[in-house]
């Protein structure tokens, strides 16, 4: 062997192991840079997935990523994505808290809307089934329908009565239990039953 | 009983705790109660639940005035 072919192959074995050397040493800082990442990614805590889940995906989907690189050894690749992946894994706890605050603005508002409407629905609902109900039993011992209600929509009427009373009954136990989202769809389908029932009978608010 | 005679719906008197959705009749000349609860009610028979429901205002079901009001249970 020449003297020029061994000077060569000690330096390719050189550069190998300097290579190797160097990839060894990135290896623990891209180990860290994707562990720092995780870490802020639990730091957000539950609330991520529950309030921004599409923001959270795409960190850990760059997460995915990062891991990839480092199977294949590319930790130079891995340093060099690792910090724009960890701003945005930690801003995913501030993102996670605002639109948790807007959620639950949102949810008192609607809350509060859903109180006014049953505090308007129970001011009035009672004393419409009360005056349907008062004619319908007058009615009831009728000979003979008044001219403008036929017999087919005055049974229907009592059926709908029935419901109505029935409804409100599972619309006040739901408020009284704290439901009021329930206790409004109930009252909104008394409504609905009263509201007919009034039109059928020609009667109106005073 | 004797008809009474008496006038179409009117604008209804505003009583603390009347239910809003009490249905209310201004007596026009000529009305009585059983022709009311016939109109209403498809039977005059049925005069005596007007007459219940107005007892605050009619002492005698063959007495109505013109331009009362009415409740219609």
Do not use: H
């Amino acid at each position: 062997m020449k003297p020029r072919s061994i000077f060569t192959g000690f330096l390719s074995m050189a550069l190998a192991a300097l290579m190797l050397v160097g990839c060894a040493n990135q290896m623990e800082p891209a180990k860290k840079a994707i562990n720092d990442i995780e870490a802020a990614i639990a730091a957000a805590g539950p609330d991520a997935a529950q309030y921004i889940p599409d923001q959270l995906q795409a960190v850990n989907s760059q997460v995915v990523d990062l891991k990839a690189k480092f199977d294949q050894k590319d930790y130079k690749g891995v340093i060099a994505a690792a910090p724009a992946v960890l701003a945005q894994a930690q801003g995913l706890a501030g993102a996670a808290s605002s639109a948790k605050q807007a959620a639950e603005a949102a949810r008192a508002a609607a809350l509060e809307a859903m109180n006014a409407e049953w505090t308007t629905l129970s001011g009035t609902l009672p004393a419409a089934i009360a005056a349907i109900e008062s004619r319908v039993n007058i009615l009831s011992k009728s000979k003979k329908l008044p001219a403008n209600l036929d017999a087919a929509t005055f049974e229907s009427m009592k059926t709908g009565l029935a419901d109505a009373k029935t409804l409100w009954d599972q619309a006040t136990a739901a408020q009284a239990s704290g439901n009021v989202e329930a206790a409004v769809t109930a009252a909104r389908q008394v409504k609905e039953k009263t509201d007919a029932a009034l039109t059928a009978l020609g009667m109106t608010a005073g | 009983m004797e008809e009474k005679k008496a006038k179409p719906a009117a604008a209804e008197p505003k009583a603390t705790g009347e239910n809003p959705y009490t249905q209310w009749y201004e007596v026009k000349k000529g009305d009585t109660l059983w022709k009311i609860a016939k109109e209403r009610y498809g039977d005059g028979s049925l005069y005596p639940e007007i007459f219940k429901a107005n007892q605050d205002i009619l002492s005698d079901p063959d007495k109505i005035k013109v331009g009362q009001k009415l409740r219609i249970p």
